[in-house]
Nanobody, 115 residues
């Protein structure tokens, strides 16, 4: 059983910063990619950013330059530094990990942007 647990969400002011964390536990072989997705009601889940085990990162255009993804392979952890959040960023953010045994998701964490 593999579990991904997100933390660090909540309320952030426009122009502020927030850091999301995700730690995986269980019978993990090795994630070859971990990432963050987000979803708002009525829309499909979308990729925010992902990072390979080798450290190669990709970002959605809408967050490029504002968000930074990082990981700690030894801890099976992935992080999302959210700088200068905007009114378009509120959503439930989901952690994702892909390994040879499957594709795993966290339970999701709410991020709200409001002054």
């Amino acid at each position: 059983q593999v579990q991904l647990v997100e933390s660090g969400g909540g309320l952030v002011q426009p122009g502020g910063s927030l850091r999301l964390s995700c730690v995986a536990s269980g019978n993990i072989f090795s994630f070859y990619v971990m990432g963050w997705y987000r979803q708002v009601p009525g829309k499909e889940r979308e990729l925010v950013a992902d990072i390979t085990s080798g450290g190669s990162a990709d970002y959605a255009d809408i967050v490029t330059g504002r968000f930074t993804i990082s990981s700690d392979n030894a801890k099976n952890a992935v992080y999302l530094q959210m700088n200068s959040p905007e009114p378009k960023d509120p959503a439930v953010y989901y952690c994702n990990g892909q390994e040879i045994g499957g594709d795993y998701w966290g339970q999701g964490i709410q991020v709200t942007v409001s002054s």
